[in-house]
């Protein structure tokens, strides 16, 4: 039975039990249950946010025992977590059990690739499966929601929460939203023991914050909120996920946790979304702030109101809700509905039932940081490493060269798991050192030096550096940012690699040796100089616990590369925002010509990325025949079958992800150059051949008209079959028109 059918059916178990208890609740107990704070009992995430002033145990047990606490976050622990639900079910006087948070984004204890690196691999089976294995781990450590996914699609990589998505494309987006969804909630019904509530945040438009500025404002046209940030939430709800968080910033001017119309009109009016709105951290209160509510009153009215049913950390709710009721500003119907929300998906998580569940300490035992799990963590993360550049065959590197890997990742374990890690095992951190010696012939091959801090020089670094390589056959340069650069509150003014680590890459090259970069980076990075000019240049994100393992398993050859870029890395950081999807405009410029006056470009550079969207090579030689296409109309109630035949013309495997791009070249609203469509991964042998086929609908063409509705209209379309969004073979069809 899908795990809609399931949730439904364990609402309804509950509903009249759920009404008897609304009824017989205090004003003042509704509130509560809408109180949402940190768990004192539990908490460990300092470094993500602090634990807030009702941090104090005593008071929070006291709270819990009155009925002023629906539901705490932050904190994991099997034994733990039975002792406080005991106070609720034991203590309380209408014995509701607590709902537990946590914000588990890419594992609790075994860390998985962060989730922009994870997009990488265009995999949503991927997806899915990391997702199943943390909320499995969540799950036994008595937590019964997680605050992921994020589905905040990437524009400007100068925003630092990027790396907690899925990038700039709105269907990979969608899918992964999707995948993700399910993964955490499972398929067997929320009360599954291994099943967590899935959230998707921020709603919305939280990415689009003006010059990449965390919290920063948002303003946009209907069509841009509807057609690009809007479907990935659409997608997570149509996936079953029953909680939705609130964003921070304000959306042409409203707060979007004091917006009506995001938060009822369309979430509930147009999706039909059945579970509760969160805040994020404070955002409520933040109303004061933004100039749209005058005091903590206020805004605990503007929210409420606006449809975020649950407060997170400020108190404004259980402070204010009872007055606001009192004096008819916030009416009872409107409460008891809000209660009501995260009753039922209480009940939908089986806690009527099982109060305790994820209590069990041999279980949680049994799989935190299992062999399975680890052994999945290698492998999504050497799904997600993207060549972006191999000049002469250099890579993959063999097992028997001198080898010397320098910079400031070389060693370090500190920069492994990514941001938003706050539960990982340090003991299982591989660096890249470890990974490499553990895949070489001879590990005393391997010489090491850092070079370069992060952000500032070591003294006599380069030096260092440069006797390290200097019987080296081959310099691998681990270089870029470190996770603390990327994440909340970590906007850049500009994307490139620090200047220190640059002055050891211009050492390093100096020495005219064969060079390797691998890029550590939570976003697009502009690279520069002798990082661009390198033989060699590897993305490998932030890939988990097992990063070491991950990447030498591609760069010595054990997997070949398969991932691509789901953002697309410009020539210059001032290239922002970007996405391979913008329109041509009226004056396109020409990518192949350096100079070129009045034309859509920086004086600097074209209007083209460096490596674009769906960019990444493989170790063999992939060629694109030409577009086969059944005919070149698609009738208005029909499909149409395109296709291209490509060839592994090198000398190792390869996986391809063959890309499926579509322009509609004349419409009533002017359209992207290029839209992603469909894709498909096929792994060729050395001189093998396959036809890859795609099936295209009407529905597939369409776009958000000016009325807010999606619309398709007849006409000319360009159609591409890529490997990536700048390439690729073209053809041309007709959508013909109703009769």
């Not at 709902?99 to 594992?107: C, K, R, S, T, Y």
């Not at 967590?196 to 919305?204: F, I, N």
């Not at 997997?559 to 009226?586: C, E, M, V």
């Amino acid at each position: 039975m899908p795990a809609s059918a399931e949730t439904a059916r364990a609402v309804q178990r509950h509903r009249q039990r759920i009404e008897d208890l609304i009824s017989a609740m205090t004003v003042e107990e509704k509130a509560g249950q809408l109180n949402l704070l940190a768990d004192p009992f539990r908490w460990m995430p300092t470094a993500v946010n602090p634990l807030d002033g009702t941090g104090d145990p005593a008071r929070v047990t006291a709270m819990i025992r009155e009925g002023k606490v629906g539901s705490l976050f932050n904190g994991i622990g099997a034994e733990a977590g039975r002792r406080i639900q005991q106070v609720a079910m034991e203590e309380s006087r209408l014995k509701i059990p607590l709902l537990f948070a946590a914000d588990v984004i890419h594992g609790l204890s075994t860390i998985f690739p962060v989730p922009l690196a994870e997009a990488a691999a265009f995999d949503t089976q991927l997806a899915y499966r990391t997702a199943r294995a943390a909320a499995v781990e969540t799950a036994a450590s008595a937590v019964h929601q997680t605050y992921a996914p994020m589905v905040d699609v990437a524009r400007d990589q100068r925003w630092g929460r990027n790396v907690e998505g899925a990038g700039e494309d709105v269907l990979l987006n969608n899918l992964l939203a999707a995948a993700r969804v399910r993964g955490f909630q499972g398929e067997k019904g929320l009360d599954d023991r291994d099943a967590v509530l899935a959230t998707a945040k921020h709603m919305a438009a939280y990415s689009a914050a003006v010059g990449g500025v965390e919290y920063n404002t948002t303003d946009m046209s209907e069509q841009t909120l509807r057609g690009v940030f809007l479907p990935p939430f659409k997608a997570a709800v149509d996936a079953g996920c029953l909680s939705i968080m609130s964003a921070f910033n304000d959306l042409n001017g409203v707060p979007a946790s004091g917006s009506r119309k995001l938060l009822t009109d369309i979430l509930r009016g147009e999706w039909g979304f059945e579970g509760f709105v969160v805040s994020d951290y404070t955002s409520e209160q933040e109303l004061i702030a933004h100039g749209f509510a005058e005091d903590g009153r206020d805004a605990a009215r503007l929210a409420f109101n606006a449809g975020v049913d649950v407060s997170m950390v400020s108190g404004l709710y259980l402070e204010h809700l009872p007055s606001l009721v009192a004096s008819g500003e916030v009416s009872m119907a409107r409460l008891d509905e809000a209660v009501r929300r995260l009753l039922h998906t209480k009940a939908a998580l089986g806690l009527f039932d099982d109060p305790y569940r994820g209590t069990d300490v041999a279980r949680e035992k049994a799989v935190v940081g299992s062999r399975d799990h680890i052994a999945l963590s290698r492998e999504a993360g050497r799904k997600s490493v993207v060549l972006l550049k191999n000049d002469n065959g250099l890579l993959p590197l063999n097992k028997s060269q001198k080898i010397a890997l320098i910079g400031p990742f070389a060693d370090d374990v500190d920069n492994v798991w990514g941001p938003w890690t706050i539960w990982g095992a340090p003991e299982r951190r591989v660096s890249l050192e470890a990974g490499f010696r553990a895949a070489m012939s001879d590990p005393q091959a391997l010489t090491v030096a850092r070079g370069s801090g992060v952000e500032s020089a070591l003294d006599g670094g380069i030096d260092e550096a440069v006797r390290a390589a200097a019987n080296a056959d081959v310099i691998v340069l681990a270089i870029g940012e470190s996770q603390k650069m990327s994440g909340e509150a970590q906007s850049r003014t500009e994307i490139v690699v620090p200047a220190p680590q640059m002055a050891l890459v211009d050492a390093m090259a100096a020495l005219n040796k064969p060079m390797v970069i691998l890029l550590r980076n939570g976003r697009a990075l502009a690279l520069e100089r002798n990082v661009k000019n390198a033989q060699a240049v590897v993305v490998t994100w932030f890939l988990g616990e097992q990063m070491g393992h991950a990447v030498a398993d591609v760069i010595f050859g054990e997997h070949g590369p398969s991932a691509r870029l789901p953002i697309s890395f410009p020539h210059k950081s001032g290239q922002q925002p970007y996405s391979y999807d913008h329109k041509n405009t009226g004056r396109p410029a020409n990518p192949d010509l350096p100079v070129e006056e009045y034309k859509a470009r920086y004086r600097e550079t074209t209007n083209t990325a460096l490596y674009p969207f769906g960019f990444g090579l493989t170790y063999g030689e992939v060629v694109y025949g030409p577009v086969e296409m059944a005919s070149d109309q698609l009738p208005w109630n029909g499909t149409l079958d395109v296709a291209v035949t490509v060839t592994n013309r090198g000398a190792h495997p390869a996986e391809e992800l063959v890309q499926l791009y579509i322009h509609d070249r004349v419409a009533s609203l002017t359209q992207p150059g290029r839209l992603l469509k469909d894709f498909k991964r096929v792994s060729l042998r050395p001189g093998q051949s396959q036809t890859v086929r795609f099936t295209l609908n009407p529905r597939q063409l369409g776009f958000i008209g000016e009325d807010g509705a999606y619309r398709i209209e007849p006409g000319l379309f360009d159609l591409w079959l890529a490997p990536h969004a700048q390439g690729g073979s073209a053809a041309q069809f007709r959508l013909i028109g109703p009769a």
